[in-house]
C-alpha cells in the first residue's frame, strides 16, 4: 500500500525487542520490590525521498522534535503465536503511522533546505551496507533461572549491614536481570536475532552532614551472568569499606570554591572522557549545525597528549578481566560493530559513525544505537583509553604534590570515583 504513495519508502525496517526484566530491592535490611517486567516493543523505521536526502535530513540527532513527535513505540502481544491476525493489524496501523510522520518530516526537510548555510555538509542521509544474517537461539529458561529467595536474602545482608551503622541514614541494594531478545530485519535483506544479558549489582548507603546535606556512595558490579559477579568475601569487604567512609564523610569538612590541580583515577577518568570527549565524536550528530562539532575539522591533528589513544570496541567483552557494559554484536541498525581507533597518540583519526554520513566519513563502523522509542542515532561502545606513560597511583600522588607546591596550593584533589555524569555538546 505505502509503495502507492506520492513518496513510496525506499528502505524500512523492523526492530523488535523481547524484554525480560527482573528487579529485587533491599532497603535497611529488608525487601521492598520484586518486580518482573515482559514486554515486547516495535519500532519499524521507513525513510521516504532518496538516499541523498530523506525525511531523516532534518533530524539527524534520532529524537523527535517538539513540534512534530514521532508515533510512540507499540507494545506487541506477549504470546506471538496467538492472535497472529490481531498482531499483522497492530504492526500494520503502526507502520502507516510511521509513513505519516516521515510525509510530514520530510516536508519539514525540504522547507528547512532552503535556509542552511553554505559549508553545510554534503553527505547523504543513508549509506549502503552489506545486509548481514545472523541468528542465536532464544536462551534456555535454565540459563536465565533466578533463585528470587538466595537473591532476596543476600540483598537483605548487604543493606542491613551498611544499616548496623548509626551514622547511615540509608540504605539499599538492587538486583537488576535484565535479558533482551532483539530481533532486527530490512528491506535489504537483513535478518538478525541476538540475545543480550546485562546483570547490574547495586549497593548505595547516604548519611547526613551535620549541615543537612545529604551525602550518598554507590558500588555497582555489572556481570553477564550471575557466575561472574565478585564473590561473597570482595563485597562485603567493599561495603565495610563504604560505610567507614560515609562515617568519614559526616564529618568532613565543607570544600570551599577551589582552583588547583586536581588528579583522577582511572574510574573517574573514564566517565570524564565518556561525558567531555565521547559525545563529541559522535559522527551523526556532526551533521546537524546545532551541534557544537567541536571535532569536525580537528582529524589528524593532535588532540590529546601523545603518551594518550582512546578506541571504542563494541566487540569486547571483557577488558583485563573486567565485564564492560558496552557489548554487542549487531548496531541497530543491523551493522555489525567495530572497533573504532579514535584517539592514536594523541591524533584524531575517526568517528563513531552510523549509515548518516558524514563528509569524509562516508562508512557506518557499527555505533548506530537508540533506546527502545528512539530511532538510532551515534552513541557510544566500550571506550578504552589507554596510555604508553604508565604511573603507580604512588607516582601520581607525588606528581599531584608537586603541581600543588608549583601552584603554592595547600593541597589539591582527588577524584577516586564518580557515579555520572552530563554534558550539553
Given at each position: 500500500t505505502l509503495q502507492k504513495g506520492e513518496y513510496p519508502p525506499y528502505y524500512m525496517n523492523y526492530r523488535v525487542v523481547d524484554n525480560h526484566t527482573r528487579t529485587i530491592r533491599s532497603a535497611m535490611g529488608a525487601i521492598n520490590t520484586v518486580e518482573e517486567e515482559k514486554q515486547i516493543i516495535f519500532l519499524p523505521q521507513i525513510r521516504i525521498g532518496t538516499p541523498e536526502f530523506d525525511n531523516f535530513h532534518a533530524t539527524q540527532n534520532g529524537t523527535p522534535t517538539s513540534r512534530f513527535v514521532a508515533p510512540p513505540t507499540i507494545l506487541l502481544p506477549k504470546d506471538l503465536q496467538s492472535g497472529l491476525d490481531a498482531l499483522k493489524e497492530i504492526m500494520k496501523e503502526e507502520v502507516n503511522n510511521r509513513y505519516k510522520y516521515a510525509l510530514i518530516s520530510l516536508d519539514r526537510a525540504k522547507a528547512s533546505?532552503?535556509?542552511?548555510?553554505?559549508?553545510?555538509?554534503?553527505?547523504?542521509?543513508?549509506?549502503?551496507?552489506?545486509?548481514?544474517k545472523y541468528f542465536e537461539p532464544a536462551l534456555k529458561d535454565d540459563k536465565v533461572a533466578l533463585d528470587t529467595k538466595l537473591w532476596q536474602a543476600k540483598l537483605n545482608k548487604y543493606s542491613a549491614m551498611l544499616a548496623q551503622n548509626k551514622d547511615i541514614i540509608g540504605a539499599n541494594s538492587t538486583l537488576t536481570y535484565r535479558i533482551w531478545r532483539k530481533y532486527f530485519v530490512?528491506?535489504?535483506?537483513?535478518?538478525?536475532?541476538?540475545?543480550?544479558?546485562?546483570?547490574?549489582?547495586?549497593?548505595r548507603g547516604i548519611t547526613m552532614a551535620e549541615d543537612g546535606m545529604e551525602l550518598p556512595l554507590h558500588n555497582s558490579y555489572f556481570a553477564y551472568s550471575l557466575d561472574?559477579?565478585?564473590?561473597?568475601?570482595?563485597?562485603?569487604?567493599?561495603?565495610?569499606?563504604?560505610s567507614a567512609k560515609l562515617s568519614e564523610l559526616k564529618v568532613a569538612p565543607l570544600v570551599q570554591p577551589y582552583t588547583g590541580p586536581a588528579l583522577l583515577s582511572g574510574s573517574a577518568s573514564g566517565v570524564f572522557f565518556h561525558e567531555i570527549f565521547g559525545h563529541r565524536i559522535e559522527g551523526q550528530k556532526m551533521k546537524s549545525d546545532r551541534d557544537g562539532q567541536?571535532?569536525?575539522?580537528?582529524?589528524?591533528?593532535g588532540v590529546l597528549p601523545t603518551s594518550i589513544s582512546v578506541f571504542m570496541d563494541p566487540t569486547m567483552k571483557k577488558y583485563h578481566g573486567n565485564a564492560l557494559n558496552g557489548y554487542y554484536i549487531f548496531d541497530d541498525q543491523g551493522v555489525r560493530g567495530e572497533r573504532v581507533e579514535i584517539v592514536k597518540n594523541g591524533i584524531l583519526k575517526d568517528f563513531l559513525m552510523t549509515r548518516t554520513g558524514l563528509d569524509g566519513f562516508p562508512k557506518s563502523n557499527g555505533h548506530a544505537r537508540a533506546e527502545f522509542e528512539l530511532d538510532p542515532t551515534s552513541r557510544q561502545s566500550n571506550l578504552i583509553v589507554e596510555t604508553n606513560?604508565?604511573?603507580?597511583?604512588?607516582?601520581?600522588?607525588k606528581l599531584l604534590i608537586e603541581e600543588a607546591k608549583?601552584?603554592?596550593?595547600?593541597?589539591g584533589f582527588f577524584f577516586k570515583s564518580v557515579t555520572g555524569g552530563f554534558t550539553q555538546n
Open positions: 533546505e532552503g535556509v542552511q548555510v553554505e559549508n553545510v555538509d554534503k553527505s547523504p542521509d543513508f549509506t549502503k551496507v552489506k545486509a548481514e530490512s528491506t535489504e535483506g537483513a535478518e538478525i536475532a541476538e540475545n543480550r544479558i546485562y546483570i547490574l549489582l547495586s549497593i561472574e559477579l565478585p564473590s561473597e568475601e570482595l563485597i562485603i569487604k567493599e561495603l565495610k569499606e563504604m567541536t571535532f569536525k575539522n580537528m582529524v589528524g591533528e606513560a604508565y604511573k603507580t597511583d604512588a607516582e601520581l600522588r608549583k601552584q603554592d596550593k595547600e593541597y
